[in-house]
């Protein structure tokens, strides 16, 4: 079996004559039948990016001059609560907190975590309430100049494994899994995932991706701390860190849900081409990625199952915006259930698109233009096609950092 080393590929990165492949190239060339072989290949960046519920922030910033307090008890950060601690800083005027992607403002279930990290990393103003164990109020507007430390840490991400889901009842229901309460009668179906592209969907089983690599986390470098929560052989994910302030905010941020705000987030790996093992797992395709379909309240009671080339194929990623053919609606149905928040006052922001295509299957004046699909399920021995109306997880910012990764270990930025 041939073999490589790492010293090896880095030698060619250094004198410019290494082949590096985004997983997005390498899967073109495949389907082309162009593929490069074993010997042509030293590298294939990988990624992915969906909402990622394990994500949390560690954040150390100060809210007033030492002595006025003696530590925090409850900390909320544009209304979203933060856990204290571990640390008390005991008269610093300073606080450490936790703050989870998921949590919810108290004024606002659909703004959280993931919306106010993303609001922190792009410059806004964040008002802070902090109440001491003394019993005084503490109140201040805080940038994120004025953050010391901030580090997020995800404790399951790049999941190789999901399930799609979809509503065969005939009453809509709330979930995580959909943008907004998913209506009946299999009427839409959700998914996550990045198929062919996805890390750990082209190392199998962990080569090469394990404790300690180095990877790209919302454009900034971190690392892998090891399998992640509820990981295992069959549906692994990884626990992955980075400081939070080196990241780009287009990267990451807020998702609403039919259960209120979430956290989507972007990840790169970097598959060092090493064994014919390696590059032979590199060669998975769309339609060789299976994905169950189930029931959105069974959640494990697969209906049916499909594969990433029916859910991706060519469908677009990006939906088209005809202000022309925008009415003005009293309660406009694409500002309400763009989970990103990227449409409002007819106006499009592409940067915060997330392409999930709610926008389109919702608009009653056809004013986005948008493919995303269909699925044809086969339940209780009858064919079913079912569109796809959500999707939560994002090929265009995976193939994005995948590409920013390549170009990073081409100029020698990001080492091997």
Known sequence: MKKRDISQINEKIDNGEANIYTAEEFKKLIKEDNAPSFDEVDVVTTGTCGVMSGTAAILNFIVSPPGEFIKADKVYLNGVPAFAGPCPNEWLGEVDVILHGTTHSIDDVN????????????????????????????ENTITRDDINRAQIIGSRMAFKNYTAF?????????????????????????????????????????????????????????????????????????????????????????????????????IAIPIPVLTEEIYNNLLIQDIDVSIPVADIKGRHLPLGETNYYELWKDYDLRPKYDRQKCSSCSECEAELVCPTNAFSDKSLDLSRCFGCGMCSSFCSHDAFDMDTGSVDIKINEKEVNIPIICRQSDRLRANKLSLKLKKMIKSGEFKL
């Open 111 to 138: 703004y959280g975590g993931g919306f106010l990290l993303k609001e922190i990393m792009e410059g806004k103003s964040v008002d802070v309430r902090v109440e001491s164990v003394d019993g005084k109020v503490i």
């Open 166 to 266: 979809t509503n065969p009842g005939s009453e809509e229901v709330s979930s995580i899994f959909a943008a907004t309460p998913l209506k009946g009668n299999l009427s839409g179906l959700t998914f996550s995932g990045c198929g062919d592209i996805n890390p750990l969907q082209n190392d199998i089983p962990h080569n090469v991706i394990n404790t300690g690599k180095r990877v790209l986390l919302n454009g900034a470098e971190a690392y892998i701390l090891g399998d992640g929560t509820r990981s295992s052989p069959q549906k692994p994910n990884l626990m992955l860190s980075g400081d939070m302030t080196r990241m780009d905010p287009y990267y990451f941020g807020g998702f609403k849900t039919g259960q209120g705000g979430e956290i989507y987030n972007t």
